[in-house]
């Protein structure tokens, strides 16, 4: 494996999902916002979990699940994450080497547990989500592998794991790693609220350190303080190199630093059943694209088919090959 | 809790499962039975797991199954199994105890990890299982608690986990205490070969301490030597109070110790998407009605109505309440 050249390297949280069905006041119980994220700590994990209905365990984080979707493509993806010695931290790790992603990171040894997401999914069947980040939470500097870095074609890193001190600066370090070996670098907003909570921290490191800026309609409002695309545009070409907005059914827009704006159609799944995982999936198949040197549109138009897939069904990982619905759509 | 009456009172395996799609040539390889089920050592669970695809984690054990149907029919179930002091000990307990199971049983602290089941699952959706028992094969007489099971209406038993001496020998235990307090025994045959790998030892613990004896057709040949109903019968009355043997989609025969054997017509699934977990279902049901002094018929049909939920749809554990679907077809 330490030889091979990489399309993406994903940084982010190592979580294991926790999927349970709830009612809306079970939400307010615990103030989950409806369709939102909160972070919760150890106790109030616990707290939570023995109130809830008995679930399904499945391997998550917004970040692993697009490196997952680099995978279903048919991209070679490395992924770097923490996890505990546990159980838990087994199947993170199986589950993604599993797919033939690289996943070398030491687990953390003397610490919390691996992270996990609690999901309540009211009858409407939208998911509410509290994580208790645990071990993934501690991505540090040692996690960083230069060798690892220079195989591959983009770094891409995962915004909610930018909010942690050590972390932030193990993206940094790797972002200047990756330019020093000439490749290029990708951070996901991730929510809005993680932009608010950091809007000074997180301006200057995409300035400095990033190529390609992800983001859906409400991260680029909290980023660029403007939901008019012909006002965001330049602001956008002020601080990435290439920005994509994402509009749900209404499709991206790829805004580069020189030249005029690409949009990008949403492809209609065979039937909506999850939009968790979204995101994600478009990243991976955008991110595959550039990497393998497409131009926008059709990197685009990766992206798109692979959220569609991953909208069809219940889960956040593709559950069919995504390279050959790729293939049989002329994309790759 | 330690004061309140009892339904049912289960004593099986404490097992999470973990599922993943494979191929036919997998099967082969780590010579799994299609269809069927292997015990394997913590080595082979290693190697079989490093090498099947990614997974979803829920819990189960085919005991565990039968009382999360007993919670979700309204009636009061017990479980009695052994997990780890571990992650995925904890989600066996959570899941039990969410649907309002009493699960006391103290997890093994010194010896192996939680039991679990590797489930493959062929492009035909057949399950094909190899089952590391860990921390499950460890329940023994201090296990056994006299208050639970004079609290109980009826201890439900196991036969996979009347494979290990410790726990057969707890299996005797319990069977002696339910028989002073005046409650009923129950034993489900589990499997074929389960029933050949120990017919010495099991045919004298049904003759001497079971009341209620649950098998398929294929088990019932395996212990009573034939396949025809009017050679069974006989030996049936011999060996228990009632016998029950299910027949698929042919439904159920009860055979009591006096008088006509019962025929229970199946009930037919919305959609037929996965049997697993019929038997356990069915015998929920079945024991539930009798618990609660219904005639053979009523209780025969209301295992046939559990067992019509559980293989509607994917996964062994009821997707909806048992009770409210019980109750529209006026069984309870």
Redo the contacts between chains.
């Keep these: 494996m330490a030889d091979q050249a990489l399309d993406v390297i994903g940084f982010g949280n190592a979580i294991v999902d ?1 999927l ?1 069905k709830c009612d809306a006041a079970f939400l307010d119980q615990f103030g989950i916002p409806k369709g939102g994220m909160i972070l919760i700590d150890e106790a109030q994990a616990k707290e939570i ?2 109130r ?8 998550g984080g917004s970040n692993a699940n697009a490196i ?1 979707c680099i995978a279903s493509l048919g991209g070679r993806g490395g992924f770097v994450g923490k996890v505990a010695s ?3 931290g087994d ?1 993170f790790r ?3 080497r ?2 033939g992603v690289e996943y070398e990171t030491a687990p953390l040894t003397d610490g919390p ?2 992270g996990r997401c609690l999901i309540n999914v009211t009858p409407d069947a939208e998911r509410s989500m509290a994580t208790f980040l645990g071990a993934a939470g501690y991505v540090t500097n040692a996690d960083v592998d230069e060798n690892q870095i220079a195989r591959g074609e983009i770094s891409f890193f995962e915004g909610y794991l930018f909010e942690q001190p050590d972390a932030r600066a193990a993206f940094v370090r790797a972002c200047e790693l990756a330019r020093k070996h000439g490749k290029r670098t990708a951070l996901t907003l991730s929510d809005a609220g993680c932009v608010e909570r950091q809007f000074e921290e997180i301006v200057p490191f995409v300035r400095n350190h990033i190529d390609i800026l992800l983001c859906n309609a409400a991260e680029a409002a909290a980023i660029f303080g403007s939901d008019d695309l012909a006002e965001i545009a330049p602001k956008a070409r002020d601080l990435a190199s290439l920005t994509a907005i994402t509009r749900s059914a209404r499709g991206s827009v790829l805004i580069p630093g020189e030249g005029s704006p690409v949009d990008v159609p949403a492809q209609a799944p065979e039937a909506l059943e999850d939009t968790t995982g979204a995101g994600d999936a478009y990243a991976a198949g955008l991110l595959l694209g550039l990497a393998r040197g497409y131009e926008l549109g059709r990197a685009g138009a990766l992206g798109a088919l692979a959220a569609s897939e991953v909208i069809s069904h219940f889960g956040a ?1 593709p559950a069919q090959s995504l390279e050959d619905l790729a293939r049989e759509a002329g994309l790759v």
Tied chains: 1, 2.
Excluded at 52 to 59: K, N, R
């Design positions: 926790v349970a979990y023995d809830m209905a008995p679930g399904v365990e499945v391997s997952a546990d159980a838990l199947i199986h589950d993604l599993a797919m547990e691996t990982r």
